[in-house]
């Protein structure tokens, strides 16, 4: 069960703020309410004052679904890899899992599931669901990952030489089919998921990974392209 608590909204940077939202937590339905873009974080409440805010670098991916088998109605569909915050005296605010570095032994031996959560803002006018998908876009931008920002800079060199010499492992590289027989039974599923909502879209679906709006596609093997959209 998702405990709302009270939300302070942003007053400045905003992008977008949408009324008749409603959200769906996992499986849960939040009821309707409205949903606040800004440049600082996401954020949706009830007529109450009650709800949620996101953090920007916990969503992994966010997409518009058209996909009506996984859900009744067209919706912004978003992935976040942490879970809720909840306390009674502050909002909650979903932050990224790797700044969750003082979770008690309690919470390391959760199920690792917890550690995902995908909500869905279903707007009661679908032709705002373009403007929800640009304003997320952009905000996210503006916040991009650290560690894919340094990782060029910090990374370990792969030395040529050295490995010839057998002194070192050469970096291990997957293809597709070697790639998915190394994901786990939930990472499986979740893919088998986003490949059916991308299915059902529009010809030209939009998705977003990490704050980047990818319109590239891969081939399928029944020789129609889906768009290179997964998780992190």
């Known amino acids: 069960m998702v405990l709302l608590t009270s939300v302070c909204p942003p007053s400045e940077g905003i992008h977008l703020q949408q009324a008749d939202i409603t959200a769906v937590w996992n499986s849960e339905g939040l009821g309707p309410g409205t949903l606040l873009i800004a440049e600082t974080r996401v954020s949706w409440f009830n007529v109450s004052g009650m709800g949620f805010c996101l953090d920007y670098q916990s969503i ?6 058209r996909d009506l088998t996984s859900y009744p109605k067209e919706h912004l569909y978003v992935m976040v890899n942490s879970k809720l915050k909840a306390n009674g005296e502050k909002e909650n605010i979903i932050e990224d899992a790797d700044d969750q570095s003082e979770s008690s032994d309690e919470d390391c031996n959760d199920d690792s599931t917890s550690q995902v959560t995908e909500i869905r803002f279903v707007p009661s006018d679908e032709a705002s669901l373009e403007a929800m998908f640009t304003a997320l876009t952009d905000c996210q931008a503006l916040h991009p990952d650290p560690d894919e920002s340094d990782s060029d800079l910090e990374g370990d060199e792969y ?14 590289f997957y293809n597709f089919e070697e790639g998915l027989s190394h994901l786990t039974l939930e990472g499986q599923a979740t893919l088998e998921r986003l490949e059916g909502m991308l299915a059902q879209s529009a010809p030209q679906p939009r998705c977003c990974m990490g704050g980047v709006d990818t319109k590239d596609s891969l081939p399928c093997k029944d020789g129609t392209e889906r768009p290179l959209c997964a998780p992190k």
């Open 60 to 65: 992994s991916l966010h997409a518009i679904s």
């Open 159 to 172: 030395d040529v030489e050295e490995a010839e010499s057998e002194q070192i492992d050469p970096p291990t």
